[in-house]
């Protein structure tokens, strides 16, 4: 407790925790609101939905916090809605849930304040991928860069579960004009789509779209990037 009052950074991934640490951690955030933190490492942990909630409830006026990275947990669809909620008015740069278990419904919870440009107001790197993102989801996280996420600069949705009705609406957002001021790197690779004849027309919106771009390397502490 006396790190995380007074730390900027909290680094506990692959510490083990389990869901009921993550809802005690949620709980001590929430008693001692450390102004100072501003990043968050739990990635390659077994935090499920119980603890995403209460994490979310916690941080949820932290305003100084710039990252997020729960990466390689067990978070489904409430645990997400949970923090999308919470997390959609501070100042996050980073949000990672790389290789958790939610869907369509978790990222629907994601995109609807995303498409409000009054939230998410500093995001640039959202990444969603080895989820169980489906058509539905991947259309709504795409609808909402049509008017939010004007900041977003990286997005993954690689290695989740998008067939062709998710790359219709993916070209058709896409060909409207969403992310094409600001995203460098939108990784699709790994997805169950017919690439060519659905995306291909619309490459030349966003220049750096490469749907089957090989991954980045993996997004965990401080520095952001690390091999």
């Known amino acids: 407790q006396d790190k995380l009052a007074t730390a900027e950074v909290f680094y506990q991934s692959e510490k083990g925790y389990e869901d009921e640490d993550g809802v005690q951690l949620g709980k001590a955030i929430l008693a001692m609101k450390p102004e100072g933190l501003r990043q968050i490492y739990l990635s390659k942990n077994a935090i499920g939905d119980a603890g995403a909630v209460s994490i979310a409830t916690g941080i949820k006026g932290l305003e100084r916090m710039d990252t997020l990275h729960l990466a390689d947990n067990q978070i489904g669809d409430a645990g997400v809605i949970a923090l999308a909620d919470s997390i959609k008015h501070l100042g996050l740069t980073t949000v990672v849930l790389t290789r958790n278990c939610f869907g369509d419904d978790g990222a629907a919870a ?73 995203i460098e790197f939108f990784y699709l690779q790994g997805n169950p789509f017919t690439v060519g004849a659905t995306l291909a027309p619309n490459l030349h919106a966003l220049p750096a779209l490469w749907p089957l771009r090989p991954a980045p390397c993996q997004l965990d502490g401080p520095a952001r990037l690390q091999s």
């Open 110 to 182: 994601l995109a609807a304040p995303l498409a409000d440009p009054g939230n998410f107001e500093r995001l640039e790197w959202l990444f969603l991928n080895e989820c169980q993102i489906g058509d539905m989801g991947a259309a709504a996280i795409m609808e909402a860069l049509l008017t939010g996420g004007k900041e977003l600069n990286r997005l993954a949705l690689h290695d989740n579960k998008i067939g062709d009705d998710g790359a219709a609406a993916i070209a058709s957002a896409i060909n409207k004009g969403a992310g094409a001021q600001t």
